[in-house]
């Protein structure tokens, strides 16, 4: 698809609408997305054109599809947009080299997470998707338009990764493994004690589950994550820079998690 030619100007919007300078002249447009949907709508002003778009794919890449869609109007040069294809990963440890908690924007990680044999995305404080491998090191999203790129370093260790979306690129460095926190093997018959829930505050509750000897625990309006053990007490996620420590009382029940998070230390009574 064709790329958009901007050129720089001292003043670049005007009451809302965004100003540039394009290769098909004097253009203003203005664009938004929210959950599911994504929309723009450009003017063409010397040329007396406008097009609007609107699409039920989150954070879809409308920019170049306006300039293409210009393009084709005016009888210039176009690409036709190609569908991604999917491929097999035939060697399921490959994904496990691209597990792990990369630097994302304004003090946030995005954490690439292997489940059943498949890669999930995940930025903090939002949900995990699942991404699709284009090729061995590069992967997409479907319900996004957005596209990870693995690099590695000469002794085939993964460094980074380019996050692409909406024509931005993002280096995400992969964060040092060795400060990684360390899982230790447990009893998981102590997690009998820990299943049930917990009330952070009125109308939200960490729900601590079991399934299979692993332990998950599930914010209200959230999905279950699994936590993993450092010590009997002490749990950590994997997908999030979070803990949960799990406290008793002399008779040794359970009464209460702490949940740490974003510098805070955050008590949840044992309700259930």
Not at 76 to 103: F, H, Q, S, V
Not at 170 to 195: F, G, L, Q, R, S
Request: proline fraction near 3%; hydrophobic fraction near 35%.
């Amino acid at each position: 698809m064709s790329r958009r030619k901007r050129h720089t100007q001292n003043n670049n919007n005007g009451y809302g609408w965004m100003i540039s300078n394009t290769e098909n002249g004097k253009e203003i447009y203005h664009g938004g997305n929210t959950l599911g949907f994504t929309s723009n709508i450009a003017r063409y002003m010397d040329k007396g054109i406008s097009i609007i778009i609107l699409t039920n794919n989150g954070y879809y890449d409308v920019m170049n599809l306006t300039s293409s869609l210009a393009n084709i109007v005016l009888n210039k040069d176009y690409e036709m947009p190609k569908a991604i294809e999917e491929i097999e990963i035939d060697d399921p440890d490959l994904l496990n080299k691209y597990e792990g908690k990369y630097e994302f924007i304004n003090g946030t990680y995005l954490h690439i997470i292997k489940k059943d044999n498949r890669l999930y995305a995940q930025v903090e404080g939002q949900e995990a998707f699942e991404i699709y491998p284009q090729s061995k090191n590069k992967f997409f999203a479907k319900i996004a338009d957005a596209s990870f790129e693995f690099k590695t370093d000469d002794k085939g260790l993964v460094t980074e990764i380019i996050f692409n979306q909406l024509g931005m690129e993002i280096v995400c460095k992969k964060v040092d493994n060795a400060k990684e926190k360390i899982e230790i093997t447990v009893d998981p018959k102590i997690y009998d004690d820990y299943v049930g829930e917990y009330e952070l505050a009125p109308g939200l509750t960490i729900t601590i589950t079991k399934k299979d000897n692993r332990l998950y625990a599930q914010v209200t309006g959230q999905d279950a994550f699994e936590i993993f053990p450092k010590s009997e007490s002490e749990y950590f996620y994997k997908i999030v820079d979070a803990e949960i420590t799990f406290e008793k009382d002399d008779n040794g029940k359970v009464t209460k998690l702490v949940l740490h998070q974003n510098g805070q230390d955050m008590p949840a009574a044992k309700i259930k």
